[in-house]
């Protein structure tokens, strides 16, 4: 199964508004990146998080290694915030496992 | 900063050829250089992992035969995509890092298609 699992899948958001994306991890996750996949396919480094939470800006991001899952959430969304997110998470041996992604839309 | 140059961007090969594709790590030593493919409405599946100083590791899927990698040194790597056929195009991925306890930093990708 899917050792990373993202969601939603997608999601529209009207400009000015707030949402949390979130990852689910069945393997023991020591780190979390959030990355954002613009539409060239460039991938955005937003996070890298050890348990804890960080904030960027509009951005805010929390990993809880003992629950198991990361969230990412944003605030008053732009259309500059469209693009497809995605969580990696590493479970030691260097390896790092990406999710599913999650394809949001910012409209007017 | 820590930067990642991938190249080519973009890359058209005929079926049954095979492309190389390189990554350049600036500012950064790239102990850790990761190659990914995401091939088309899908996630990033990892190809290989190369550590320096350790052999390098394939997923299931792929093989060394099939996606031979070279990673000479801290700054550089690259990845050839062999005998490439449909099922080959996706972007592909290098990110790279300094070692544990440290973010990756991926290049802008190397796009595939193959004809």
């Known amino acids: 199964g899917d050792k990373v699992k993202q969601s939603p899948s997608a999601l529209s958001l009207q400009e000015g508004t707030n949402s949390a994306l979130r990852c689910n991890f069945s393997?023991?996750?020591?780190?979390v990146q959030w990355f954002l996949q613009n539409p060239r396919g460039s991938l955005i480094n937003l996070f890298y998080?050890?348990?804890g939470t960080k904030e960027n800006g509009r951005l805010k991001s929390t990993f809880n290694s003992k629950e198991s899952y990361s969230t990412l959430h944003i605030r008053d969304a732009q259309l500059e915030d469209s693009g497809t997110y995605f969580c990696?998470?590493?479970?030691?041996?260097?390896?790092?496992?990406f999710g599913s992604g999650t394809r949001l839309l910012v409209s007017p | 900063g820590a930067l990642v140059y991938q190249y080519p961007r973009r890359t058209i090969c005929k079926s049954g050829t095979s492309m190389r594709m390189e990554c350049q790590a600036v500012?950064?030593?790239?102990?850790?250089v990761a190659w990914y493919r995401q091939s088309p409405q899908k996630t990033f599946e990892l190809i290989a992992l190369?550590?320096?100083?350790?052999?390098?590791?394939?997923e299931q899927n792929f093989t060394q035969e099939k996606f031979p990698i070279s990673h000479p040194n801290l700054s550089f790597s690259s990845m050839t995509v062999l005998n490439a056929y449909l099922e080959d195009r996706g972007l592909y991925l290098c990110?790279?890092?300094?070692?544990?306890?440290?973010?990756?930093?991926f290049g802008s990708g190397t796009r595939l298609l193959v004809i």
């Open positions: 998080l050890v348990p």
């Open positions: 990110g790279a890092r300094s070692g544990a306890n440290s973010d990756y930093t």
């Open positions: 393997i023991a996750a020591t780190t």
């Open positions: 190369s550590t320096v100083n350790s052999a390098i590791k394939y």
């Open positions: 990696a998470a590493e479970a030691g041996g260097y390896k790092v496992v």
């Open positions: 500012g950064f030593q790239a102990t850790s």
